[in-house]
Structures are given as C-alpha cells and as structure tokens.
C-alpha cells in the first residue's frame, strides 16, 4: 500500500529565514504528489502539484516542490518565510487511484 | 464559484445519537471525497463519489457510516450511534479530475 512519511512533525524557524519541510513517498509506480496547507480551523488548500514534466515545481506564496525519484522525496521549500506562513502543511500522494494518501503534517511556526 | 460548502461548521453531540452532515460541492465537479481528521494526523480517505455512484469505501467506514449523493450534487454523511472515537473534522472534497481536489472547512464533530 502506498504511503506518504513527513519526517518532522514540527518545524519552528525565524521569519525571513528559508525552510524545508520533508516529505518521502513509497511507490514503485507513477505518482502524482501533493502538498496542502491548513490554517486553523480551516480546510485544506492546494500549494502545488507535481503531475509529470519538469521536478522543480511552482506553487503558491512563493513555495516549491522538488520531486526525486530516485530518493522517492518531495520537499517543500520556500526562500524566506512570513509569520502568515504558520500553519499546518500536508503531503499527499496519488497513484492514479481515486484517493489522496496524506503525510501526518508538519507544523510550521514562524518565530519574530 | 463559491467553493465547496459544508455544514454545520460545528457539531456536539451525546454518545449513541445520530448526526448528518452535509457538503455542497463546486458546481462542475462531478467527483466528490469525504475524508476524515484527527488531531495531529493528516486526512484519512472514507469515500468517493463519481456523479450520484459511490464507487469506493474505505474500511474505515464502518456500518454506522452511510453517505450519499442524490442526483451527483450536494452529498451527506450520517453516522448512527455515535461513539467518542468519532471526534473528527470531517472534510469533504471536489474535483474533475485526479490532479486538484478543492476542499471545503470541514465539519467538526465532537462526541460527548
């Protein structure tokens, strides 16, 4: 069965510092790869997505994703991060099936 | 569009009572998810939709579960007999296809 590991559970850096927040997929098949942020008390939003193509991908606030196949990772990066950054950040993947599998989270907390 | 709606946003409930909970998704979309959230774990897949067949269930979705979605539009989750293991944020999901799911707020359930 595929999974998804977020290797830390939290992640707390200083505003304007760069962070990446790690993710490895388990899969021997293509797969399509997620990351989601969640504020509090709120649903799930889409920051990027990595279907085929080119590894680095763009997403949204200024974060990227680049896929490895070899390591079988997805990190999430971003140069420089904002207190309106603090959330919950979720990696998910699909293997061509109808259901996303999720990483358990990684908190993000941006300290002044 | 207006996203995907979901109500109640919260929800208390006794032990052993029933409750419904309901999710309007995007307009377009034809493919609807349920997951379900614990705290400090990623969502958890329940079921999907494809227009008004449910097509799949996870295991997880136990016989006090049912879902619908008559017509292929708005759908509802209900659990019978509630217990405290299902406290949860209940997250509902649209899409058209395999590679954007758009998710609503959630419903909160608390079982007491």
């Known amino acids: 069965a595929q999974s998804v590991t977020q290797l830390d559970s939290q992640v707390p850096v200083f505003e304007e510092a760069p962070v990446e927040l790690r993710c490895n997929y388990s899969s021997s098949v293509s797969v399509y790869l997620f990351w989601y942020v969640q504020y509090p008390n709120q649903g799930l939003q889409l920051l990027l997505k990595y279907l085929s193509g080119s590894t680095l991908v763009k997403g949204i606030n200024g974060f990227e994703a680049e896929f490895n196949k070899s390591q079988t990772s997805f990190h999430l990066r971003k140069p420089s991060v904002h207190i309106s950054d603090t959330a919950e950040y979720f990696c998910a993947a699909n293997q061509g099936a109808q259901k996303l599998v999720f990483g358990q989270g990684t908190r993000l907390t941006i300290n002044p | 569009d207006t996203g995907v709606s979901q109500n109640p946003r919260h929800k208390i409930t006794k032990r052993g009572q029933n409750v419904t909970f309901r999710c309007d998704p995007i307009s377009e979309h034809n493919r609807l998810y349920w997951y379900r959230q614990t705290l400090g774990q990623g969502p958890e897949f329940l079921t999907y939709?494809?227009?008004?067949?449910?097509?799949?269930k996870s295991r997880l979705l136990s016989d006090r579960f049912s879902a619908e979605r008559p017509k292929g539009s708005f759908s509802t989750l209900e659990i019978q007999r509630t217990e405290q293991g299902d406290s949860a944020m209940y997250l509902c999901?649209?899409?058209?296809?395999?590679?954007?799911?758009?998710f609503g707020s959630g419903t909160r359930l608390t079982v007491v």
């Open positions: 999901a649209s899409s058209v296809d395999l590679y954007g799911y758009t």
């Open positions: 939709f494809q227009n008004e067949a449910q097509l799949e």
